[in-house]
């Protein structure tokens, strides 16, 4: 309602849109009056509004009197502005969050140009899905004032995801970075791959069966959602012991881990020198009980005594043979003392 005093109105109009793009302003202007007391505390009679609110004026007449005017809102939009999102990367259909400013109105939410559905939850808070194919790139929001897009670029994980894991077995090592094969097609042997929570108790989380090539690179596939987080990687094989990584590995869109380059790759050092720079899992767990000991003497001791040829875990040297040979490289690691190092 507009009050009179002293035969005065006391009322404010604006001198255009008040909704309206930073950096834009729109002037409001009162009717005359001896003093003017504003809703953000201006004392003239004119004023410039750049930022949202609700505008009034007390106008002071020449008598004394006082009267309140009406009330002009302003809205004032802004280009959206991206401070951050998380995760930091997805696969297709996942919920992405988009934190940032200026989120109200919003008219499109893109990753790297492809458009996405999304809810407006605040005016600093979208949640996106990560659209079919979306490739990696910027976060972009629009709306009527503009686009604004994100510093960081966001990862479109795949499916899956490559792991690439590279060792020697010590027996089976035949110098300059090959080994044995045992099959005529070139295929040193397969092992098993296992990735590890970091967190005690350090529970499996995936397993894996690569093949093992003679110059001792595997080749494997995880879960796209495996991307991101950090794992230990364990290698097992029939009759070595089995290895740990030394620290968690982190799983990026192309991951990879060399045993073979120096002991300290593996957990408490639990690699063997092979004399050439390189590096190597130890061989003899028979059993596969975490230690080299005396139950692995004693399948060895078996075998031979029963001259077993072919595929076995007493063929420490992947020629198809159990023999002497296999048995003095057991017994001098027996000698050793080793067991499984892990965290």
């Not at 390189?278 to 692995?296: E, T």
């Amino acid at each position: 309602m507009i009050l009179q005093f002293s035969n005065t109105t006391a009322s404010i109009s604006a001198g255009g849109t008040t909704t309206f793009c930073q950096p834009a302003s729109v002037q409001i202007i009162a009717t005359a009056a001896s003093a003017y007391n504003w809703s953000n505390g201006a004392t003239t009679q004119s004023i410039t509004a750049s930022t949202s609110g609700n505008y009034f004026v007390t106008e002071t007449g020449t008598t004394g009197c006082t009267a309140v005017s009406n009330t002009i809102p302003v809205n004032v939009n802004s280009i959206p502005s991206i401070s951050g999102f998380t995760p930091a990367g997805a696969m297709s259909g996942s919920a992405v969050s988009i934190s940032g400013s200026g989120y109200t109105g919003s008219t499109s939410v893109k990753f790297n140009g492809t458009a996405a559905a999304f809810t407006v939850v605040n005016g600093g808070l979208i949640t996106a899905t990560v659209p079919a194919g979306a490739t990696s790139g910027i976060i972009s929001v629009m709306n009527s004032c503009g686009t604004g897009t994100s510093a960081a670029s966001f990862t479109v994980v795949p499916a899956t995801v490559p792991l690439a894991v590279k060792l020697f077995i010590q027996g089976f090592y035949s110098g300059g970075g090959q080994m044995r094969a045992v099959s005529a097609t070139g295929i040193c042997d397969t092992i098993t791959v296992e990735l590890h929570s970091t967190a005690s108790p350090y529970g499996l989380v995936y397993s894996l069966r690569p093949i093992l090539s003679v110059s001792g690179t595997t080749s494997s596939s995880l879960p796209g959602n495996s991307w991101g987080n950090s794992y230990f990687v364990v290698v097992k094989h029939r009759n070595t012991l089995e290895t740990w990584s030394s620290s968690p590995v982190a799983i990026s869109l192309n991951t990879s881990y060399d045993f073979s380059t120096a002991t300290s790759k593996a957990f408490g050092n639990r690699e063997v020198s092979l004399g050439d720079g390189n590096f190597a899992l130890y061989s003899g767990d028979l059993n596969q009980d975490g230690s080299i000991d005396l139950s692995d003497i004693s399948v060895m001791e078996s075998a031979l005594n029963q001259s077993l040829g072919d595929y076995q875990v007493s063929d420490l040297s992947g020629d198809q043979l159990t023999e002497t040979a296999d048995y003095c490289l057991l017994e001098n690691n027996f000698s050793l003392g080793i067991s499984v190092s892990h965290p």
